[in-house]
């Protein structure tokens, strides 16, 4: 489990590479990591929308 600071370094990370258009597999985190897990959630919140038809 990370620090803190880890955890909302990680959640900035996912955002900027959200706002980037970055693919999602880009996460620099293990699977099992708490920090995926923000990372994920970062960028979850700024990853530009998709049409879904």
């Known amino acids: 489990m990370g620090t803190r600071e880890d955890i909302v370094r990680a959640v900035t990370d996912g955002a900027a590479a ?8 880009t996460c620099p ?18 990853r530009p929308a998709t049409a879904t038809r």
């Open 18 to 25: 959200g706002r980037r258009g970055d693919d999602v597999r």
């Open 29 to 46: 985190y293990p699977r099992d990591s708490l920090l995926r897990t923000a990372w994920v959630k970062g960028y979850a919140k700024e």
